[in-house]
């Protein structure tokens, strides 16, 4: 037997998590690390931070993570600190106050359904704009004291981290969360056992865990697959946010809609409004439908009708490319089982997703979205009309600018955007009442009373902070990727808070055309080389895994930012996330936006730069395009010179150069002798005074009552009274009129648009005499007279206006019409009748959208 100097297997290491068990005394801050309330509560923020400033640190300002790790000789020396535990007394006062505030009743419950929540960067379960929105919206909710519920997913992976290679390759990493250290709760049944929701899939059950997450006063559940009960191949459906196969798409939208109203049925949660976040929530409908359909006993129709009295649906992105579609034999897959419960043939689900019903076009998630929401909007008034032309083709009879489809701008959650030196400088000046009103204008005209030294000196402080940031945080990476150290020395030696520092920072996808600003280096490195008046650029953001543009537009600058005239000059941070964004939205001059024209639905971080006192240089495209005041930022050019993408990038990019050089470098520079620009101070305070106000989610919020949720609310409510009476009513009458529309006849059609010229004006008269007979439609008939432009060659016709006829009499099923009207818009028109079915039941045209063209 030989004996061995040592001798060992290899062992397996288990985790074990060791928590700290907090004393009672400090449990107050466990109940608040797990509510988000904290994110937007400043005095929560810094007693975290006050506990245990590296620990914080070290846990990525995590309250949940930093509680767990305090070890003992830090809980003993917080427990002794007697202002420090007053502090935490009254902080879970104020909590207690904010919570417990019933919600507002005259306002109608929501229910709100979304792929992603930006809430903290410490909860990864956002990818960017649509997300942040979301979250933001959830935590308006709760201040404004709207009784919503809200219902996505609990990614183990989320979204990816960013890191870049040394040739500026991006990376993407996906790290798996530790739900137990997030701020989030399982729910649990009550037997204390976890809550295991059951969906049936088409030929199996997925089973989900529920988490919530408190915000504030909102309550969100998420849904989370990677559980013991399913398949090993089901269990990943919830890992990534927009990561995985159509495939798995399909399934996470199933889950979302089907899954989600499960979820609240399961919870006994019943809203009066349920609303899609973007049409990936679009099954919520389908479910619903079935649901009335098989326990309320409605017919098909009916069901209908009342599933889209109570939904609206929020459009996000305006090119139908960027929608989803899916091919019948997906959807097929996993609806069909479903469809069979609703009790229609499956081509007929099929074409509820169509623009052309009964073509073999594939399944389109927004179509559905649209044929089951009486409402639907796009997210700034731009993006309504784009929506409005890209929607056109769902409602034949009508021109876009008929639709029902509005808008409702995006806002952003201003305590959680305005950083802290901002918010108590609002606080002093605006008045007590401010966070209450801050969407009235009138409040925020008292910022031109805060003396201009007091704005430089906030933007100074908060571009101070952002470098040391940068310094702290990013140095290590770059000694990693970037190799000569004596390179990043000088390169930290040009990024000073005195100079100009100009933000551009957003997903990288090649509408938003972050290489403009490339086009001429030559004119660049004069501009920011300047030592009298030296510019920096930041760049940062994500590129989506699959998009090959995108990234090779991310190593494309990372290049540039390589070279040594750029040294310092241009910077690219790394993985762009809430934490980041909140640094660079107040820590910038200048806020950089140049997208393709239309192509930006809305855009929020703007929003966010003007609540710090940044201004935004920016195309009007978006939410810019309402948003801009004349010396208060900057707009680049409205109009399209060139069709040529190529050109048009050119003349986009000489102008942006241009204005930099002769308007906003000056402007920054023009020093007065106490060291600052009383002009820009000017625009700085224009810029928050005359913009903020209306861009805030109190003032989103607003709108959507206003606008949708109220009505929504009535109308359904009126629907279901007795048993569903109403709605029944309008269906036999939408059956009626749409099985006998093909009989209406033109008995008689006299008419002359341009007969006459009425002398009180000098305006041309159309008039007309037409007979209808309507034979035994019950329905009441409206004729009107539509004038259009239209272009043969290029097949496209342009709504001018509409003359309605007058009803003079009616003989047995004969309608009598007459109209005597003026012509408003002189020129050449094309014009011919349209009959559509009247009844003061319906919401808008589009409900029911019938049209029968005569001429
Ligand atoms: C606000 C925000 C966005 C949205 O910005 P856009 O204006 O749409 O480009 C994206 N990502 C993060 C991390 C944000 O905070």
């Not at 107050?28 to 904290?38: C, D, R, T, V, Y």
């Not at 959507?704 to 009274?721: G, I, V």
Request: hydrophobic letters at 35%; a negative charge.
């Amino acid at each position: 037997m030989i004996i061995k100097a040592s001798y060992s297997n290899t062992p397996v290491w288990h985790d074990v998590h060791v928590h700290s068990i907090l004393p009672e005394e400090l449990r107050p801050l466990e109940e608040i690390a797990h509510n988000l309330w904290w994110v937007w509560s400043e005095e929560a923020k810094e007693i975290f931070e006050l506990l245990d400033y590296e620990e914080y640190e070290k846990c990525g300002k995590n309250p949940v993570a930093l509680l767990q790790n305090l070890r003992t000789e830090k809980t003993e020396e917080i427990m002794k600190n007697a202002d420090l535990m007053a502090r935490i007394g009254r902080l879970h006062q104020s909590y207690k106050n904010y919570i417990g505030t019933p919600f507002d009743a005259d306002r109608p419950s929501i229910a709100y359904f979304s792929m992603e929540y930006g809430l903290s960067h410490a909860l990864k379960i956002y990818s960017g704009g649509l997300g942040v929105l979301a979250g933001d919206y959830l935590k308006e909710a709760s201040d404004s004291r709207v009784d919503m519920t809200a219902v996505g997913f609990l990614y183990r992976h989320g979204y990816f981290t960013q890191t870049l290679s040394v040739d500026g390759q991006q990376i993407a990493n996906y790290e798996a969360q530790n739900f137990g250290s997030l701020p989030i709760t399982q729910v649990l049944d009550e037997h204390n056992k976890p809550v295991v929701l059951e969906v049936p899939f088409h030929d199996r059950t997925i089973y989900s865990n529920i988490w919530k997450v408190s915000v504030g006063r909102i309550q969100l559940y998420l849904m989370d697959t990677d559980l013991e009960h399913n398949s090993e191949y089901d269990r990943s459906i919830t890992h990534q946010l927009y990561g995985g196969d159509w495939e798995n798409r399909m399934k996470q939208e199933y889950l979302l809609g089907v899954g989600g109203i499960l979820l609240l049925k399961r919870l006994g949660i019943r809203k009066d409004v349920y609303h899609m976040n973007e049409g990936h929530a679009a099954l919520i409908s389908a479910k619903r439908l079935r649901d009335y359909v098989q326990e309320e006993k409605l017919s098909f129709n009916e069901a209908l009708e009342v599933v889209r009295a109570s939904t609206l649906y929020t459009v996000h992105t305006p090119v139908p490319a960027g929608h989803d579609y899916f091919e019948e034999s997906l959807i097929r897959k996993y609806m069909e089982p479903l469809v069979n419960k609703i009790g229609i043939p499956w081509y007929q689900f099929m074409d509820m997703g169509r623009d052309n019903p009964g073509t073999n076009e594939k399944f389109s998630m927004s179509v559905f979205a649209l044929n089951t929401a009486q409402e639907s909007n796009g997210v700034s008034k731009l993006h309504g009309l784009v929506s409005q032309e890209m929607f056109q083709p769902v409602w034949k009879g009508y021109f876009p600018q008929e639709l029902h489809v509005g808008y409702v701008t995006n806002g952003v959650h201003l305590p959680t955007w305005a950083t802290s030196s901002v918010k108590r400088i609002y606080e002093n000046n605006l008045g007590e009442d401010f966070y209450q009103d801050q969407s009235n204008p009138e409040i925020w005209k008292k910022v031109y009373d805060i003396s201009d030294e007091e704005i430089w000196g906030l933007r100074m402080h908060l571009k101070e902070k952002l470098v040391d940031y940068i310094k702290s945080e990013f140095v290590d990476g770059w000694l990693k990727n970037q190799a000569a150290p004596t390179r990043i020395i000088s390169m930290l030696d040009e990024i000073r808070p005195g100079s100009l520092i100009i933000g551009f920072s957003r997903r990288f996808a090649t509408y938003k055309r972050a290489h403009l600003l490339f086009s001429d280096l030559d004119r660049l490195a004069k501009i920011l080389n300047n030592p009298e008046r030296p510019v920096t650029f930041i760049f940062a953001g994500k590129a989506h895994p699959a998009d090959g543009g995108g990234q090779s537009l991310i190593k494309h600058i990372v290049e540039i930012s390589r070279r040594p005239e750029f040294l310092g000059k241009i910077i690219f941070l790394e993985n762009y996330d809430m934490r980041l964004a909140k640094r660079l939205v107040s820590g910038v001059d200048i806020w950089l936006n140049t997208p393709t024209r239309l192509q930006e639905a809305s855009g929020t971080s703007g929003e966010k730069a003007i609540m710090n006192g940044v201004l935004n240089l920016s195309v009007l495209d978006g939410w810019w395009y309402e948003g801009y005041v004349e010396g208060a930022g900057w707009a680049l050019t409205a109009k399209r010179t060139y069709e040529n993408q190529a050109f048009q990038d050119e003349l986009d990019a000489s102008t942006l150069y241009t204005m930099l050089e002769s308007e906003i470098i000056p402007l920054y520079y023009a020093h007065n002798s106490n060291g600052y620009s009383p002009q820009w101070v000017k625009f700085v305070k224009k810029s928050i005074a005359e913009i903020a106000p209306h861009y805030t989610t109190k003032r989103m919020m607003d709108d959507y009552f206003d606008r949708f949720y109220m009505k929504l609310a009535q109308r359904s409510k009126k629907l279901a009274e007795n048993n569903y009476a109403k709605a029944k009513e309008i269906v036999r009458w939408k059956e009626d009129t749409a099985s006998k529309w093909d009989k209406i006849e033109v008995i008689k059609l006299e008419f002359e648009p341009v007969q006459e010229v009425d002398i009180n004006n000098g305006k041309n008269k159309i008039y007309g005499e037409v007979v209808i007979d309507k034979k035994d439609i019950a329905a009441e008939l409206g004729l009107e007279c539509v004038v259009v432009d239209y272009d043969s060659t290029a097949n496209k016709v342009e709504f001018v206006e509409k003359y309605e006829f007058n009803l003079l009499k009616t003989e047995g099923s004969r309608l009598f019409f007459q109209t005597r009207e003026a012509l408003n818009d002189p020129g050449t028109h094309q014009y011919a009748l349209r009959i559509y079915p009247k009844n003061p039941d319906l919401p808008h045209r589009m409900d029911f959208a019938y049209v029968k063209w005569i001429s």
